[in-house]
């Protein structure tokens, strides 16, 4: 435990010589004082931790004394006028099981693709034309379970399993996988919106992927606008930038030859339309306010929607 706290943590510090010092708080524990002490971080003014007792002492400089007590006064109303943190309906446990059972799914999905006419998967891959002009819009979700090669779908499995097992935690297990299906969707169909005229097919879960870590960024850069202690420029900036840095990693073949199928369109769509439903599920704090029926309910529409895109896409199948 620290007397004094660190200045290599929070800056200004007040130095230790005999300068005139003002107690501005008293607090039972070192975390209370720390907190009051990010106050006096935030308007730069210069302070100190000290132990008195079993108490904590919050100093400042006799010459700040009036406004540290000002803004502390401030903060203590803020913290009283804050919304109570709502009560889940039903706490879900966050279980692991969903990641094996997406994997066998996509495993067997690529099995199937290899045994089955090609006809068929001509019939679900995101034709831009078919989508556009023909208003097939279930190949937006079918191309998400078709894949090129055993590396292709092997890395989609990698990276998607890894993004969505940082997601569950914060959706829930039938939120997350909902979400996943529904921003590869919606990443396949702008993708075919912005090519226009222009024929475009595209295969792979890859969309849906990187719509997972476009959740994961905007949900996170919101939970981080929500506090006051995490406000501020760079705490903002971190998620997207990190985001942002993935994307440009993992989304995009360069100039190899050996990726020059790589669609990073469709990477980049994915990532933005999990960007806008991320933030839509933070704001509306869709995981506490979702019981463990709905969960439920909601993983089971995720596989549905997959199963209804290939039962429209093969109607004779």
Do not use: K
């Not at 200045?7 to 039972?28: I, Q």
């Not at 998400?144 to 989609?156: E, F, G, I, S």
């Amino acid at each position: 435990m620290f007397d004094v706290w660190p200045s290599a943590v929070l800056m200004p510090e007040l130095p230790e010589d005999d300068l005139p010092l003002a107690v501005v708080g008293r607090y039972p524990d070192l975390a209370t004082a720390r907190e009051r002490a990010l106050v006096a971080a935030a308007r730069e003014i210069a302070h100190r931790i000290d132990r008195d007792g079993d108490a904590w002492l919050l100093l400042v400089g006799l010459e700040a004394r009036a406004e540290m007590l000002r803004e502390l006064a401030l903060y203590e109303i803020e913290q009283r006028e804050r919304p109570p943190e709502p009560a889940p309906l039903s706490e879900e446990p966050v279980s692991t099981i969903s990641l094996y059972v997406a994997a066998w799914l996509l495993g067997t999905c690529f099995f199937l693709q290899n045994v089955v006419p090609s006809a068929w998967v001509d019939a679900g891959t995101a034709d831009s034309t078919a989508i556009l002009q023909r208003g097939e819009w279930w190949r937006t979700f079918t191309a998400l379970t078709l894949h090129a090669d055993l590396p292709h779908v092997a890395a989609n499995l990698a990276t998607g399993l890894l993004f969505s097992a940082f997601l569950l935690p914060q959706l829930g297990t039938g939120l997350t996988w909902l979400a996943i299906v529904l921003s590869g969707a919606l990443g396949n169909a702008i993708n075919s919106w912005a090519y226009g005229r222009e024929t475009h097919v595209a295969i792979g879960a890859s969309t849906a992927v990187f719509g997972a870590l476009g959740l994961l960024v905007s949900m996170d850069f919101v939970s981080r606008f929500a506090s006051a202690h995490t406000r501020h420029r760079w705490q903002l900036v971190l998620p997207i930038g990190a985001g942002l840095a993935l994307l440009a990693y993992l989304g995009s073949g360069g100039d190899d030859p050996e990726h020059a199928r790589i669609d990073y369109m469709a990477h980049f769509w994915g990532f933005t339309a999990g960007l806008l439903l991320g933030a839509l599920a933070a704001l509306l704090r869709l995981r506490q306010r979702t019981p463990l029926l709905l969960q439920r309910l909601a993983a089971t529409s995720a596989v549905l929607l997959l199963v209804v895109a290939w039962r429209l896409a093969n109607p004779r199948g």
